[in-house]
């Protein structure tokens, strides 16, 4: 017969090992959370909050694994900054805000994904407006 004890068992233990790769797949493929900063009386974290966004929406195409699309490199604070697309105190001149909010060419590309969450646009905002910091 098929289903006896040591197929059972065997069809347990391939349903086992299944499952843990499949978990350490999930595991392994997940980002840090992006901490929420918009509260008025708190600070945007570049390490809490802006390198996160920057990790799921952004750098696939600018910074992962050598890609640098436009040359731009926003896997870490100074390669970011190094991108000349942060004006320190001032979003409205900063690319990284405008293209982030920018409804006809805007990042990430509409070939590629939607536009960014508000609230995420308004974090790195609220981040390059309070000295664009290393924090
Ligand atoms: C699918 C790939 C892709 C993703 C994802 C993507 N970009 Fe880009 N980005 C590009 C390409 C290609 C260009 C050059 C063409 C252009 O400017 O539209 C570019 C250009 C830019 C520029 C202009 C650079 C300059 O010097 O003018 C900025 C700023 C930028 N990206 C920021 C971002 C940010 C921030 C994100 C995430 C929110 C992002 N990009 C996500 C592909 C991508």
């Avoid at 840090?32 to 809490?48: A, G, H, K, T």
């Avoid at 100074?78 to 982030?100: A, D, K």
Wanted: hydrophobic share 35%; proline share 4%.
């Amino acid at each position: 017969m098929f289903l006896n004890w040591k197929n059972l068992t065997k069809l347990l233990w391939l349903t086992n090992i299944f499952l843990l790769v499949s978990c350490s797949e999930i595991f392994r493929t997940e980002l840090p959370p992006i901490i929420d900063c918009l509260d008025e009386n708190e600070v945007c974290s570049y390490r809490e909050t802006i390198q996160p966004i920057l990790n799921s929406h952004c750098t696939r195409c600018h910074g992962d694994l050598g890609r640098k699309d436009a040359g731009l490199d926003l896997s870490s604070y100074s390669s970011t900054m190094e991108g000349g697309i942060v004006s320190v105190g001032n979003h409205e001149s900063s690319s990284l805000w405008t293209r982030v909010v920018d409804e006809i060419n805007p990042m990430p590309p509409v070939y590629d994904s939607e536009m960014i969450h508000e609230d995420y646009a308004n974090m790195i905002k609220k981040w390059i407006d309070n000295g664009a910091l290393d924090n």
